[in-house]
């Protein structure tokens, strides 16, 4: 079923902003969660049209790149993504310090992705200037997104993000173990992974009425294919605390994935899309989420499913970036333009069934 989302604005829950899908309660919501969006300099590189000016967005061109998962966007209530970088502050650089075109923004949310993670380690990349151009920019999008806020106040009223969809309101908590040793700067608020507040936030979201909280860790030690102690820590605490479901990211590979209900874990989401190419880091995850109520009205996650997906780089599968469900493709080598990227993707998910025992 293709779902038609024009978010607006509706209604106050207390002192929570709630944004709204659809009213009627339905059987089933499905929420898919993508790992991280990153904006490496050859993807800036890439999608800047012939003969464009590389400090204008509009000269950027990012389609393509989601055009092979659009069609699971399409199937879900609802898509939340990590965008780990500011966005709009010229020159558009990649690492250390990001900062990408809003176009890679306006196609992310022209493709269906509803929600837009910043609480991330590179949130900071450009200091005031670009957290005051990420949150304009996406304010102007009409695009829901948390993580990171204007003022103390502000993080009050608007943390948890509280969303309804399809009738059932839901809360969506997320944070950063840090900011790479940047300051945040002030009056600026990044939600960062403190125990005290973070179970401040989740106690907001049981005073404010949610059917259900999600909570969206940007932690772990990067490539690492095991969570760490401290991740398991932490997903303990935050399901002790009342979290369903806890979607991480940071590492830029793919952690394994556990559903004992009524939780539900998923470690790390890997990259969804970045230029990495170093063993595993192109290999992400589509992590669904289906939820059901049941009699009593109790909202509860029936099912956890992971869609692994391959970041293929600039003319390897096609002239540029694009993200591929991996299932989809097995067989079809004929298909790239250069196969040893087919060869590579072949290897690493064949080692990584082995290892996770997909």
């Known amino acids: 079923m293709v779902r038609s989302f024009r ?18 309660q ?85 493709v269906g992705i509803d ?7 590179h949130i900071c990349d450009k200091g005031s200037a670009g957290m005051d151009s990420t949150y304009a920019i996406y304010s102007r999008m009409d695009i829901p997104f948390t993580g990171m ?47 005290t507040h973070v179970k401040e936030v989740i106690g907001r979201a049981r005073e404010r009425g949610v059917d259900l909280i999600v909570a969206l860790p940007h932690w772990g030690e990067e490539y690492h294919l095991d969570p760490s102690d401290s991740q398991r820590s932490w997903a303990a605490f935050l399901h002790r605390n009342g979290v369903a479901a ?22 790390s989401l890997g990259n969804f899309m970045s230029n990495q190419s170093d063993v595993n880091t192109q290999i992400g995850m589509l992590y669904e989420l289906v939820l059901t109520a049941g009699d009593d009205g109790v909202l509860t996650i029936a099912e956890a499913r992971p869609t692994y997906t391959w970041c293929s780089r600039r003319r390897m599968l096609e002239d540029n970036y694009t993200v591929i469900p991996i299932l989809d493709w097995i067989g079809r080598r004929d298909a790239w333009i250069d196969k040893s990227d087919y060869d590579k993707m072949l290897r690493e998910w064949t080692a990584l069934q082995t290892k996770y025992n997909l």
């Open 7 to 24: 978010k607006t604005l509706l209604v106050m829950l207390g002192l929570a902003i709630c944004f709204s899908t659809e009213a009627a």
């Open 26 to 110: 339905p059987d089933t919501v499905r929420i898919v969660f993508i790992g991280d969006v990153m904006s490496h300099s050859p993807q800036v590189t890439a999608a800047l049209r012939s003969g464009g000016d590389r400090d204008n967005p509009a000269d950027f061109d990012y389609s393509g790149c989601f055009r092979h998962v659009q069609d699971r966007f399409d199937e879900a209530d609802f898509v939340v993504a990590n965008m780990e970088f500011p966005c709009g502050v010229t020159p558009y650089t990649g690492f250390p310090q990001f900062s990408a075109p809003q176009s890679l923004a306006y196609e992310a949310q022209r």
């Open 115 to 121: 929600l837009f993670l910043t609480a991330n380690n």
């Open 149 to 195: 806020y204007r003022s103390e106040g502000e993080e009050y009223l608007n943390n948890p993000l509280i969303v309804r969809i399809k009738g059932y309101d839901i809360a969506f908590i997320n944070f950063t173990y840090g900011t790479n040793g940047l300051p945040v700067p002030r009056p600026w608020r990044v939600n960062l992974l403190d125990s």
């Open 246 to 267: 806890v979607v991480g990211s940071h590492p830029h590979v793919v952690q394994p994935v556990e559903f004992e209900p009524p939780f539900a874990t998923a470690y």
